[in-house]
């Protein structure tokens, strides 16, 4: 059911016209907090409403692809590796478990589900996805990434700060991206 939000947070049903210049009957009882999933049209354009909280997009799949942030190595997901409670000193990632031990290069860091950046507007190029940002591990391509590492972004009232644009997740470690590695055939 659509409805007419005023300015100052009243819910009112839809006018008579899109442009009369009566607004509706104000509907009693109704709240004006947007929901996920909420549309909101702004004079034709239409957004959709996402809450932080909904999981739709971010389910992950057996065959999901995992990468150790420090390093760029990708691989399925795998228990081995964890390193114990007193050696996380720098923890880098978002809980998944904290700093692992790459098997290929045997470097320490963040170990983090792979998920493809979906939001086409923040891309710069239509370049492959070969980079991921630290700590969340969006993936988009290079030009991208370095493109989203250089733009801070206001942070409070006096800080500015680079974030991933896909999730608003604040960029760790210089350049806050890295390069992914991929295992192939071997030959």
Request: proline share 8%.
């Given at each position: 059911m659509w409805r007419e939000i005023s300015v100052c947070g009243n819910v009112y049903t839809l006018r008579?016209?899109?442009?009369?210049?009566?607004?509706?009957?104000?509907?009693q009882g109704e709240s004006?907090?947007?929901?996920?999933?909420?549309?909101?049209?702004?004079?034709?354009?239409?957004?959709?409403?996402?809450?932080?909280?909904?999981?739709?997009s971010h389910s992950?799949?057996?065959?999901?692809?995992?990468?150790?942030?420090?390093?760029?190595?990708?691989?399925?997901?795998?228990?081995?590796?964890q390193k114990p409670e007193h050696?996380?000193?720098h923890e880098g990632g978002p809980s998944t478990g904290?700093?692992?031990e790459c098997p290929l290069c045997r470097?320490?860091?963040?170990?983090?589900?792979?998920?493809l950046g979906?939001?086409?507007?923040?891309?710069?190029?239509?370049?492959a996805p070969t980079h991921a940002f630290v700590p969340c591990g969006h993936v988009c391509s290079e030009r991208t990434a370095k493109y989203w590492a250089e733009t801070s972004l206001p942070h409070g009232t006096?800080?500015?700060?680079?974030?991933?644009?896909?999730?608003?997740?604040?960029?760790?470690g210089t350049p806050g991206f890295t390069r992914l590695i991929f295992q192939g055939p071997v030959d």
């Open positions: 008579e016209t899109r442009s009369g210049p009566i607004r509706g009957q104000l509907a004006s907090a947007l929901q996920d999933g909420s549309l909101v049209d702004l004079c034709g354009a239409t957004l959709l409403w996402r809450t932080a909280e909904a999981t739709r992950l799949e057996e065959r999901q692809p995992w990468a150790y942030l420090t390093c760029g190595h990708v691989h399925g997901r795998h228990d081995w590796g050696c996380r000193e904290g700093r692992r470097s320490l860091g963040p170990y983090v589900p792979l998920w979906c939001e086409p507007a923040f891309y710069v190029d239509a370049g006096h800080a500015f700060q680079p974030i991933c644009p896909f999730c608003s997740t604040p960029l760790t």
